[in-house]
């Protein structure tokens, strides 16, 4: 099979490698999507796979925002989230970036360190009757 090129005379390939200047690319329109780091998602995922094995988590879903990252925990894959984690950097110096928020949109937890805000999730939710 020959590699022959589709392209034009003078086009670059889609995935060829692009410089960009620093102060360019801090200029840029569409900035990069705030992200968990591996530390974040290590974290998130030790609490997510504890709950899987005991029945009560099912499915998840991680989104990468412009403002905001946000994993979603589900029941059932179909449904609206149980839980979300959500990291916005916009909000690390006044309450935390981190906040725990349940189906409700109420905010369970709210911090400055991911350790501190997971431990709304150590104690068992019961309903009292």
């Given at each position: 099979?020959?590699?022959?090129?589709?392209?034009?005379?003078?086009?670059?390939?889609?995935?060829?490698?692009?410089?960009?200047?620093?102060?360019?690319?801090?200029?840029?329109?569409?900035?990069v999507?705030?992200?968990?780091h591996?530390r974040?998602?290590?974290?998130?995922?030790?609490?997510?796979?504890?709950?899987?094995?005991?029945?009560?988590?099912?499915?998840?879903?991680?989104?990468?925002?412009?403002?905001?990252?946000?994993?979603?925990?589900?029941?059932?894959s179909?449904?609206?989230?149980?839980?979300?984690?959500?990291?916005?950097?916009?909000?690390?110096?006044?309450?935390?970036?981190?906040?725990?928020?349940?189906?409700?949109?109420?905010?369970?937890?709210?911090?400055?360190?991911?350790?501190?805000?997971?431990?709304?999730?150590?104690?068992?939710l019961?309903?009292?009757?």
């Amino acid at each position: 099979m020959a590699d022959h090129s589709d392209l034009p005379a003078g086009a670059r390939p889609q995935d060829a490698a692009v410089v960009v200047s620093l102060s360019e690319y801090k200029q840029s329109l569409d900035p990069v999507p705030v992200t968990f780091h591996r530390r974040e998602l290590d974290a998130i995922l030790w609490i997510y796979g504890r709950m899987v094995g005991e029945g009560e988590w099912k499915d998840y879903a991680i989104d990468h925002l412009k403002d905001r990252a946000i994993f979603s925990i589900f029941k059932r894959s179909g449904e609206m989230p149980l839980f979300r984690i959500e990291k916005n950097p916009k909000l690390a110096a006044k309450q935390g970036a981190y906040s725990v928020i349940n189906t409700n949109g109420l905010i369970l937890k709210r911090g400055h360190e991911l350790q501190q805000v997971l431990k709304v999730f150590d104690k068992a939710l019961k309903l009292i009757e």
